[in-house]
């Protein structure tokens, strides 16, 4: 496996993270949008985290390459505090968080093997550090108990759904297309 970056591989993270912004962008009108729905359990928002944590999983399964869960994850959060979002800049150091969580994952098993297990590992790596961010930062005011588990449990438990399973499956889709003939992910015929 080569660990040196090609130029598709920096124009394919790039356009992740900038779709994923624009993303991300609507995903916080709809998160705030929905914030009244859930009064009756506020943890039970974090339901929709995993969408936030795509990149990272897509990033790494499509690139297979050091960094390329943590880039398109940190790009994508830079692009939508630059549009706008009532967190502000916060999410630049909490995207970056995200991608490393992520990133640990491919790691941990060398960059070589990216089964749906692997893709589940790396989303719940995210999630963990996405939710652990919120209940520091946001809500470390709220009880652990009544508000912070349940919201880290839920968050996770949304990233291995959405990003985990969901990203793995949407690359195995890209991999069937012939889009990702370029990279390893799209001649992987255990992936498709």
Known sequence: MSTKWRTVDIVVVAVLA???GVIFWGWDALWN???PVFTFFPPAQAILYGTWLLPAVLGGLIIRKPGAAVIPEL???IISSFLGNKWGVTVVWQGLLEGLGAELFFLVF??????????VLAAVGAGLAA?????????SELEFGAFKLPYVAIGTFSALL???VGGYYLTRALAATGVLDRFPSGRDRELV
Request: aromatic share 22%; hydrophobic share 70%.
């Open 75 to 77: 790009v994508a959060s």
């Open 18 to 20: 900038v779709a994923f």
């Open 162 to 164: 959405i990003a985990g």
């Open 110 to 119: 060398l960059y070589r093997w990216f089964k749906l297990p692997v893709a």
């Open 33 to 35: 949008a929905l914030t």
């Open 131 to 139: 939710t652990i961010f919120d209940a520091v930062v946001w809500y």
